[in-house]
């Protein structure tokens, strides 16, 4: 008898069910990978010390420092002390506990540091039909590879740790077809902020996303990975990628892929992944990636987003609505481009891979930001900050007036001694806009790095194609 | 060891921040995460919106009002609880006494980061929720046995939990320990799984 046909989701979630959901009990879900680092881990080990309890597979665990740690070379290096107490202490406590409990620790000095959703891609430890997690929501980051891959609280890291198991109701599945394709200077980075301000910040509550279409297929897997990024914050659980000849050609030699052999048996498995002929989502969603053009928030959540050749929406009666324009500074419906910008960061985990560095210096090649804009440039991991330089990216960035720095969240989160100032516009390639998040007071705009490059060169919102 | 304790019900007056979209950097700004402990986090709780510039307490911000003493059970707008997955978000409104959350949607990870905690997350229809915004301070009743939310006007709307949440929250169960006990269920997976 045939099977019935199944999406990736239902793929990947059957073959890690240790015990199958009920009526009255959640799914023990098997997890393949866990990814920790210093700010979402002290309290779980702290509970795996106070029960006696040890890592129960330290071979599929991996940490490492992004947080709160800082981006100045002298403070990482160690030849000046990092600045914040408080940030010094979780990460000597992280140290304590991955020696403590033999969990293999990408520490401060290691060249293959950096951002947690930007390493495990590139040591190859994120591979397709796995199941992921960490305690950090842009876990959704690694679905780009066909890996089920979702952001997990403290409580739930110290039961992975524990058990390398969760407790996990089946989420329902979203399927977003991506028809046509983006037209030039228009990015992946566009594309999801175009999905979230089609869907909604909670369009994808409760539900997998599967993105898919021609527009997806067609998309390299650094630009996948800026899509499934940012799932959670159209309030998805995970966002997928079904994985084909792009993902294998990115993931064949990397350090932790499998070699030979079981290179050719693993390919052989994740060609089974992808959704059948027929298979049926709970919803779907169409959209043409053909009529997009680049985007830019301008509001206090993600979905408050318009075309950079647009203007600030107008509407009545909408409280909601009249407080986000109150703290970003807007009049309802003023145009967006040309409206002026103080600080630009390029990094995150959304936007601080190699490619998106490119793009950003191709702007910067030859021009000079202007004057009174703070830039920052932030790669993902020590390693692509070494890719860049053997480029010449970095003297690119230094030539243009930017900051060049070493990998971390750095200002998308404003927890590690980078942040933007009351008042400020801060023009961002990270993946959110909430009041104070890089800062108290700060006012984000998230866009892509085209666009991030090209308002830096003019101090204002900047459609990047009149650059390019 | 921190286990959850047992509810059975939470009953308080309601207080309401009427905003939708109420994500976790609001709930508590990263700039607190530099800690190592779950403890004390309720003095940062909603830190940007109930402290001045220079650090008094913002006279105007709903949870500073004198009548918001001693409320156990905050309504919000829809989508309560977006964004990051940081649990200091229910360990600060814990802490800084909220039991129960009302709102007509909470997001995935905040909702189960709070389960765990013993924070109730309550949804409810948007009319429900619009009466509840527009009426701050009504006297409710949070019964975790029946899962039914009953208003001080006499009705009583139900809410979803899923079972095994329920039992939990009532018998105060450590999840942790229901994992542990499936340990030969994990180790014959072990054998048969490969990574």
Same mark, same amino acid.
């Given at each position: 008898?045939?099977?019935?046909?199944?999406?990736?989701?239902?793929?990947?979630?059957?073959?890690?069910?240790?015990?199958?959901?009920?009526?009255?009990?959640?799914?023990?879900?098997?997890?393949?990978?866990?990814?920790?680092?210093?700010?979402?881990?002290?309290? &779980? =080990?702290? *509970?795996?010390?106070?029960?006696?309890?040890? $890592?129960?597979? /330290?071979?599929?665990? #991996?940490? @490492?420092?992004?947080?709160?740690?800082?981006?100045?070379?002298?403070?990482?290096?160690?030849?000046?002390?990092?600045?914040?107490?408080?940030?010094?202490?979780?990460?000597?406590?992280?140290?304590?506990?991955?020696?403590?409990?033999?969990?293999?620790?990408?520490?401060?000095?290691?060249?293959?540091?950096?951002?947690?959703?930007?390493?495990?891609?590139?040591?190859?430890?994120?591979?397709?039909?796995?199941?992921?997690?960490?305690?950090?929501?842009?876990?959704?980051?690694?679905?780009?590879?066909?890996?089920? &891959? =979702?952001? *997990?609280?403290?409580?739930?890291?110290?039961? $992975?740790?524990? /058990?390398?198991?969760? #407790?996990? @109701?089946?989420?329902?599945?979203?399927?977003?077809?991506?028809?046509?394709?983006?037209?030039?200077?228009?990015?992946?980075?566009?594309?999801?902020?175009?999905?979230?301000?089609?869907?909604?910040?909670?369009?994808?509550?409760?539900?997998?996303?599967?993105?898919?279409?021609?527009?997806?297929?067609?998309?390299?897997?650094?630009?996948?990975?800026?899509?499934?990024?940012?799932?959670?914050?159209?309030?998805?659980?995970?966002?997928?990628?079904?994985?084909?000849?792009?993902?294998?050609?990115?993931?064949?030699?990397?350090?932790?892929?499998?070699?030979?052999?079981?290179?050719?048996?693993?390919?052989?498995?994740?060609?089974?992944?992808?959704?059948?002929?027929?298979?049926?989502?709970?919803?779907?969603?169409?959209?043409?990636?053909?009529?997009?053009?680049?985007?830019?928030?301008?509001?206090?959540?993600?979905?408050?987003?318009?075309?950079?050749?647009?203007?600030?929406?107008?509407?009545?009666?909408?409280?909601?609505?009249?407080?986000?324009?109150?703290?970003?500074?807007?009049?309802?419906?003023?145009?967006?481009?040309?409206?002026?910008?103080?600080?630009?960061?390029?990094?995150?985990?959304?936007?601080?891979?190699?490619?998106?560095?490119?793009?950003?210096?191709?702007?910067?090649?030859?021009?000079?930001?202007?004057?009174?804009?703070?830039?920052?440039?932030?790669?993902?991991?020590?390693?692509?900050?070494?890719?860049?330089?053997?480029?010449?990216?970095?003297?690119?960035?230094?030539?243009?007036?930017?900051?060049?720095?070493?990998?971390?969240?750095?200002?998308?989160?404003?927890?590690?001694?980078?942040?933007?100032?009351?008042?400020?516009?801060?023009?961002?390639?990270?993946?959110?806009?909430?009041?104070?998040?890089?800062?108290?007071?700060?006012?984000?705009?998230?866009?892509?790095?085209?666009?991030?490059?090209?308002?830096?060169?003019?101090?204002?919102?900047?459609?990047?194609?009149?650059?390019? | 060891?921190?286990?959850?304790?047992?509810?059975?019900?939470?009953?308080?007056?309601?207080?309401?921040?009427?905003?939708?979209?109420?994500?976790?950097?609001?709930?508590?700004?990263?700039?607190?995460?530099?800690?190592?402990?779950?403890?004390?986090?309720?003095?940062?709780?909603?830190?940007?919106?109930?402290?001045?510039?220079?650090?008094?307490?913002?006279?105007?911000?709903?949870?500073?009002?004198?009548?918001?003493?001693?409320?156990?059970?905050?309504?919000?707008?829809?989508?309560?609880?977006?964004?990051?997955?940081?649990?200091?978000?229910?360990?600060?409104?814990?802490?800084?006494?909220?039991?129960?959350?009302?709102?007509?949607?909470?997001?995935?990870?905040?909702?189960?980061?709070?389960?765990?905690?013993?924070?109730?997350?309550?949804?409810?229809?948007?009319?429900?929720?619009?009466?509840?915004?527009?009426?701050?301070?009504?006297?409710?009743?949070?019964?975790?046995?029946?899962?039914?939310?009953?208003?001080?006007?006499?009705?009583?709307?139900?809410?979803?939990?899923?079972?095994?949440?329920?039992?939990?929250?009532?018998?105060?169960?450590?999840?942790?320990?229901?994992?542990?006990?499936?340990?030969?269920?994990?180790?014959?997976?072990?054998?048969?799984?490969?990574?």
């Amino acid at each position: 008898m045939a099977t019935p046909p199944k999406t990736l989701f239902q793929k990947v979630w059957e073959r890690h069910e240790v015990v199958p959901e009920t009526v009255d009990t959640p799914a023990v879900l098997f997890i393949d990978l866990h990814l920790i680092h210093e700010v979402t881990t002290p309290q &779980a =080990f702290s *509970i795996l010390r106070e029960r006696g309890l040890k $890592v129960r597979r /330290t071979d599929l665990t #991996l940490g @490492t420092m992004d947080h709160s740690t800082p981006t100045r070379t002298e403070q990482v290096f160690g030849g000046a002390p990092i600045v914040m107490d408080s940030a010094a202490r979780q990460v000597r406590q992280l140290e304590v506990n991955c020696a403590e409990f033999g969990v293999e620790l990408l520490n401060m000095a290691s060249d293959k540091r950096g951002i947690v959703h930007v390493i495990g891609p590139e040591l190859g430890a994120t591979q397709p039909g796995k199941t992921i997690v960490c305690g950090d929501s842009h876990t959704s980051t690694h679905g780009a590879f066909g890996a089920l &891959a =979702f952001g *997990i609280g403290t409580t739930e890291v110290g039961h $992975v740790l524990a /058990t390398q198991c969760l #407790l996990q @109701t089946r989420p329902k599945t979203l399927a977003i077809n991506v028809e046509g394709s983006l037209r030039p200077g228009v990015t992946a980075k566009d594309l999801v902020l175009a999905i979230i301000g089609k869907i909604g910040v909670s369009g994808g509550t409760g539900h997998v996303i599967e993105f898919r279409g021609p527009a997806i297929r067609a998309l390299d897997m650094d630009e996948r990975m800026t899509v499934c990024n940012m799932s959670i914050e159209a309030g998805a659980r995970a966002g997928m990628v079904a994985p084909d000849e792009t993902t294998y050609a990115y993931l064949k030699g990397r350090p932790r892929a499998p070699q030979g052999a079981a290179w050719d048996a693993a390919v052989a498995l994740w060609k089974t992944l992808p959704t059948d002929q027929g298979a049926v989502f709970d919803r779907e969603v169409t959209i043409d990636a053909s009529t997009l053009e680049p985007m830019i928030t301008w509001g206090t959540h993600p979905g408050m987003v318009a075309a950079v050749t647009g203007n600030v929406p107008a509407r009545s009666d909408d409280p909601v609505f009249d407080k986000a324009l109150a703290y970003m500074g807007f009049n309802a419906g003023q145009q967006l481009a040309g409206a002026p910008i103080d600080v630009v960061f390029i990094g995150s985990c959304t936007n601080s891979r190699l490619t998106d560095l490119q793009a950003a210096a191709g702007v910067l090649k030859g021009r000079h930001i202007a004057p009174g804009v703070q830039m920052l440039v932030v790669p993902g991991s020590q390693q692509i900050k070494k890719a860049a330089e053997e480029l010449g990216l970095d003297k690119i960035f230094i030539a243009a007036g930017a900051e060049w720095r070493e990998s971390g969240c750095s200002m998308c989160l404003g927890m590690n001694g980078d942040t933007v100032g009351k008042g400020q516009y801060s023009l961002s390639t990270s993946n959110r806009n909430f009041e104070g998040r890089q800062g108290v007071g700060a006012r984000t705009l998230l866009a892509s790095p085209l666009t991030a490059a090209a308002s830096a060169v003019h101090g204002r919102i900047t459609d990047p194609r009149d650059l390019l | 060891m921190k286990t959850i304790d047992a509810i059975r019900s939470i009953t308080s007056r309601t207080v309401v921040l009427p905003r939708t979209d109420i994500d976790t950097d609001q709930i508590i700004p990263a700039r607190f995460l530099r800690t190592t402990s779950r403890e004390g986090l309720g003095a940062q709780l909603f830190s940007d919106w109930r402290y001045t510039a220079d650090g008094k307490p913002n006279p105007d911000f709903v949870l500073n009002r004198p009548e918001a003493s001693g409320c156990t059970v905050l309504v919000g707008g829809r989508n309560f609880g977006c964004g990051s997955s940081r649990e200091h978000a229910p360990w600060a409104l814990l802490d800084f006494g909220i039991r129960a959350v009302i709102s007509s949607e909470f997001a995935d990870i905040f909702r189960s980061n709070s389960l765990k905690n013993g924070l109730v997350p309550v949804v409810v229809d948007e009319p429900t929720l619009d009466w509840l915004l527009a009426n701050p301070g009504m006297s409710v009743t949070i019964d975790i046995e029946t899962n039914t939310l009953a208003l001080p006007d006499g009705r009583s709307v139900k809410f979803p939990i899923e079972p095994f949440a329920r039992y939990c929250l009532l018998h105060g169960v450590d999840q942790l320990g229901y994992l542990l006990a499936s340990d030969a269920a994990i180790t014959a997976y072990e054998q048969r799984h490969t990574v």
